[in-house]
Nanobody
Framework: QVQLVESGGDLVQPGGSLRLSCGAS????????VGWFRQAPGNGREGVLCTTSGGTNIYYAESVKGRFTVSKDNAKNTMYLQMSSLRSEDTAVYYC???????????????WSQGTQVTVSS
């Protein structure tokens, strides 16, 4: 079964850090571009960043540059989104998704995780 399973969302204080995991089954994640999206209440799904299959990161949300980074563990078929210096405006449900070529547009991704809630609040 082809799927992405995401975990790691939590309640964290402003300025804190969090790491989200995106594990794949049924396909080899390193062969695809992996995008991270977020959706806050009342908003559409926003592209945050995407990592190409070659390992290049493309940022779609200017506000996360310098704070969010991506790493991967090919042996575990998993990618990670490391988030630091978190702000209240980062509060959202976060999704990872796979596609052939990076894009900030959600409809271009064909496999999605179930999402995980990140809440930044004191």
């Amino acid at each position: 079964q082809v799927q992405l399973v995401e975990s790691g969302g939590d309640l964290v204080q402003p300025g804190g850090s969090l790491r989200l995991s995106c594990g794949a089954s049924g396909f080899y994640l390193a062969d695809y571009a992996v995008g991270w999206f977020r959706q806050a209440p009342g908003n559409g799904r926003e592209g945050v960043l995407c990592t190409t299959s070659g390992g290049t990161n493309i940022y779609y949300a200017e506000s996360v540059k310098g704070r969010f980074t991506v790493s991967k563990d090919n042996a575990k078929n998993t990618m990670y989104l490391q988030m630091s210096s978190l702000r209240s405006e980062d509060t959202a449900v976060y999704y990872c998704a796979a596609t052939r070529a990076c894009s900030g547009s959600a409809p271009t991704y064909h496999c999605w995780s179930q999402g995980t809630q990140v809440t930044v609040s004191s």
